[in-house]
């Protein structure tokens, strides 16, 4: 069984920081790519930002310059790097990860999603 477990939410004013983490456990052979995602009131849930094993990473242009996403594989753990925050960036945070089970089983899990606030 793998979980992922979210952690660092919370309400924060505009141009704010705050730093979302993701920890993985279970029968983990391997973790390929992190992801963040986030789903605004209302809307449906978009890609934020992600990163593969070697630590290439990518962004949505609404994030581009003011996140940051990192990883440590021996830990297999993500981060995301919040600055700047605006009021846009509402929402709720999700975890996801591209797992190997083992050498040939790869499955993608979710994490439960943390709440992110930015209003004065």
């Known amino acids: 069984q793998v979980q992922l477990v979210e952690s660092g939410g919370g309400l924060v004013q505009p141009g704010g920081s705050l730093t979302l983490s993701c920890a993985a456990s279970?029968?983990?052979?391997?973790?390929?790519?992190m992801r963040w995602y986030r789903q605004p009131p209302g809307k449906q849930r978009e890609l934020v930002a992600a990163?593969?094993?070697?630590?290439?990473?990518n962004y949505a242009d609404s994030v581009k310059g003011r996140f940051t996403i990192s990883r440590d594989n021996a830990k297999k753990t993500a981060t995301l790097q919040m600055n700047s925050l605006k009021p846009e960036d509402t929402g709720v945070y999700y975890c996801?990860?591209?797992?190997?089970?083992?050498?040939?089983?790869?499955?993608?899990?979710w994490g439960q999603g943390v709440q992110v606030t930015v209003s004065s």
């Open positions: 996801n990860a591209v797992v190997l089970l083992t050498l040939t089983t790869s499955r993608v899990y």
């Open positions: 279970g029968s983990i052979f391997r973790i390929n790519d």
């Open positions: 990163i593969s094993t070697g630590g290439s990473a």
